[in-house]
């Protein structure tokens, strides 16, 4: 992205979780979340299931008339049950799919999730760390859910293993209709959205 396009936002990748199992509000959430990126002709990229709170957001963009890509590896197609309603692409495993995701968004949002969920904001979090990228990263955080990872991260911080500035990597709330007014502030940033890694950079 160039620097003078640094407070554009077009695509938001969504992380969150796949269980159908989880806190009706955080479902409910996700659905909501989604028609308000329809409503700000906000691009949604996501993991391309139809189930849990991934699911709850593609359907809430595509019911209110939004922009939907889905991408989802060929061994998850029978576990997360691709939306058929939206545009999916299947590729052929998880590095794959998490580098379209990357390069297919400008932003990235991250809702309650499991153990994969985890895995990919970590991952983005440390390109960040390692100045591979610049987009803005934000938490939707309801009761907390996410506290435990932002005190394990100060924590590393504390310990002088991450510089003070990486508190800054990301922005967090509780009310889902101030996220996109985040990332945009994010966006603000003087160099952000700047550094657009080759994929062969990131590992």
């Known amino acids: ?4 396009e640094a407070a554009k936002i077009d ?13 009706p509000a955080f479902l409910a959430a996700a659905e909501d979340f989604g028609g308000l990126l329809a409503k700000e002709n906000l ?22 008339g939004g922009r939907v890509l889905g991408i989802i590896p060929t061994f998850l197609m029978g576990r997360e049950q ?3 309603d939206v545009e999916t692409i299947v590729v052929q495993n998880m590095h794959e799919r998490k580098m379209m ?20 904001v970590i991952e983005l979090l440390s390109w960040q760390r390692l100045d591979l990228h610049k987009k803005p990263l934000v938490f939707y ?3 907390g859910f996410w506290e435990p990872l932002f005190d394990l991260l100060h924590h590393t911080i504390t310990e002088r293993l ?7 990597a990301w922005r967090a709330t509780d009310d889902i209709g101030q996220v996109t007014a985040l990332l945009r502030e994010m966006a603000q940033a003087p ?3 700047t550094a657009h890694p080759a994929t062969n950079e990131l590992t």
């Not at 993991?47 to 849990?52: A, K, R, T, Y």
């Open 101 to 120: 995701m990357f390069e297919e968004a400008d932003s990235f949002v991250v809702l309650p999730g499991g153990i994969g969920t985890l895995e990919e």
């Open 11 to 23: 695509s938001v990748c969504v992380y969150c979780g796949s269980s159908n199992d989880a806190d």
């Open 82 to 84: 691709p939306f058929d």
């Open 43 to 64: 691009r949604l990229i996501y993991g391309g299931g139809g189930v849990g709170l991934m699911g709850a957001c593609a359907r809430g963009a595509h019911d209110a």
């Open 162 to 168: 991450s510089p003070r500035e990486f508190a800054k």
């Open 191 to 193: 160099g952000a959205g």
């Open 1 to 4: 992205m160039a620097e003078q």
């Open 141 to 143: 955080n309801p009761r």
